[in-house]
């Protein structure tokens, strides 16, 4: 549903690519920062190439047939574990798109409903921490169904009294005043509504089955219904637009004055029908310059309107950060649950199938849908860790990032790569509120987080 998590070219609050759905947001597989990896000299930039070794959509798709999931019933997750829930189901699919979605019409959504539910018994962790809903689109879920998932995740987990955040993605064709309601009634706190657009003619070109006015409409009815925070989701840099349009849509999107902002530049995912279009010159991408414009104008702009870039494409006022995504990027664990969901808990990334009909067989027949798994080695983990945390306005701890991936090794590798980046001006060392040393990008290596932290990525799993 949403680029704020899984996510380019989707909204929202975009986590890792295998955070979400094995795909999901912040797709590691897409650029989220404009200038192309070749501008520091890298051929690959292409951070998903090492994550994970085992794609969902290869275990996705073969199983069909399989009556047992491959692997072992994870173990519950330790109290207070970030969950995660992927509701696959959308109006219609977006040619943009490369999560784990399906439009839902002719689907058996109830069913569908039902098996979440078995797995959220089976395995969600009590108290956790922060939850979020997403896609997908939540909000197409009927009254019903969302009482029967969120009634039963706080049955299990008694996440209203313990999560500090609370997140379910909406779009504005299923978003009004009573759905809303419905949702905060539940627990969630916190709307975050892919927009994408204040343009008809883009909307369009997105395959959104909106229209600028309806958004402005869902916008509203968020706020009317008393949600406690609300996040918008916005696309730039598609086929044709224009520094000027761009400025316009900014701004009549700060003058609403949302607590956070989630804006991802237009990725080519493979697999979608942008791609296609893109490869048989159906759709030109913008100049690589204009992306540049168009993303300093962003910070420039929610700077201005006091929405602070946290992250490189994520704004927010004082102490509206993303805080479930906010573990992502720092690496901590989670857990997903639903169709494609991926989660990682200690040193174990494992997912579900992104194949509904599997996903439904092996829930029925073994109580989980574990698809694949993957243990990951000391340095995998650090790597990853630099990966994430680069993406953060306040970086991070060398020691700390070690701690988080058990890396005990007598040098640090990341170390020497961090060092170069600083010799050429995109790294830089910063003080941490408790006196660490920190690292963070610099303003000239911002536009260049994706490359330069698949570097980081590269170098240290290559030690
Ligand atoms: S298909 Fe669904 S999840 Fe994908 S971008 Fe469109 S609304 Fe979002």
Known sequence: MSPESQDTGSEGSRPPAWARDAGPRDSSSSRTTPLDPERIGTQSGKASEALPSKSADEVGLAPSLALQPPCAQPERAEPGTPIYLHLPFCATKCPYCDFFSVAAEGQDVDGMVEHIVQEIRARAPERPRTVFLGGGTPSLLSAPQLEQVLNELD?????????????????????????????????????????????????????????????????????????????????????????ASWEEDLATILA??????????????????????????????????????????????????????????????????????????????????????????????????????AYRRWITNAGHATAWDERLDPASRLAETWWLGLRLAEGLEPARARRTAGFDGPVDPALPIAHGFETSGHLERCVGPEGEERWRLTESGLPLADAIASKFLDGITAT
């Open 155 to 243: 049955r299990v987990t008694n996440f209203r009294s313990s999560a500090v955040e609370v997140t379910a993605e909406c779009n504005p064709e299923s978003l009004d005043v009573a759905k809303a309601r419905v949702l905060l009634d539940l627990g969630v706190r916190r709307l975050s509504i892919g927009l994408q657009s204040m343009r008809n003619d883009a909307l369009k070109t997105f395959g959104r089955v909106h229209d600028a006015a309806q958004g402005l409409a869902a916008y509203d009815a968020a706020r009317q219904a008393g949600a406690e925070a609300v996040s918008v989701d916005l696309i730039y840099a598609y086929p044709g637009q224009t520094l």
């Open 256 to 357: 609403l004055g949302p607590d956070h902002l989630s804006a991802y530049n237009l990725t080519f995912e493979e697999n979608t029908p942008f791609k296609r279009w893109l490869d048989e010159g159906k759709l030109s991408p913008l100049h690589e310059d204009l992306e540049l414009d168009l993303f300093l104008t962003t910070r420039s702009a929610c700077s201005q309107a006091g929405l602070n870039a946290y992250e490189v494409s994520n704004y927010a006022s004082i102490g509206q950060q993303c805080a479930h995504n906010v573990n992502y990027w720092e690496n901590g664990p989670y857990v997903g649950i639903g169709p494609g969901a991926v989660s990682r808990v200690g040193p174990v990334r494992f997912g579900n199938p992104r194949a509904l009909a």
